[in-house]
């Protein structure tokens, strides 16, 4: 296991930058590895892991994006999801949005510490090509307090 350069606090014993979902291959030509966690560094998928590594994420269980990270989903009025669940579709400033009660969407269905969506396979667009681990999720994550 390499040191890791970005940070002197140990994350898990055993654990290391390559798999935590912080960590991307990217760049033009040759792919150089990056922490998305501590601004773009290049880092070592061998690295041993730090303070901030995360293993893989499961969005039922976790709705950081659902919740009080953003202010609103909007949807597009040909979305299927319009037509098939109007009651949780309202209108803002002439837009279409996810309806949202104190910030959370009315989507979810919290249960002993899940945040399951009751329309997850058949949700919006917008919610669909939101993807798991992306920098936005793990922006919501942090926003709401699961990430440092």
């Known amino acids: 296991m390499e040191n890791n350069p970005l940070s002197s606090a140990p994350g898990p014993a055993d654990a290391v930058c390559g798999q935590c979902v912080w960590h991307y291959r990217g760049g033009r030509g040759r792919p150089v590895q990056r922490c998305r966690r501590h601004g773009q560094q290049r ?60 910030g959370i969407c009315a989507a979810l269905r919290p249960a002993e510490g899940a945040w399951p969506c009751r329309v997850y396979a058949a949700r919006p667009k917008t919610c669909q090509d939101f993807e798991v681990a992306s920098d936005n999720c793990l922006i919501a994550r942090m926003r709401i307090g699961l990430q440092r």
């Open 43 to 102: 880092v070592g998928a061998g690295a041993a892991a730090c303070e901030s590594y995360t293993a893989a994420l499961d969005c039922l269980s976790c709705g950081a994006c659902c919740r009080e990270a953003y202010d609103a989903v909007e949807v597009g009025p040909r979305d299927p999801f319009v037509k098939a669940h109007p009651e949780l579709v309202s209108q803002v400033d002439g837009r279409l949005n996810l309806a949202r009660t104190a």
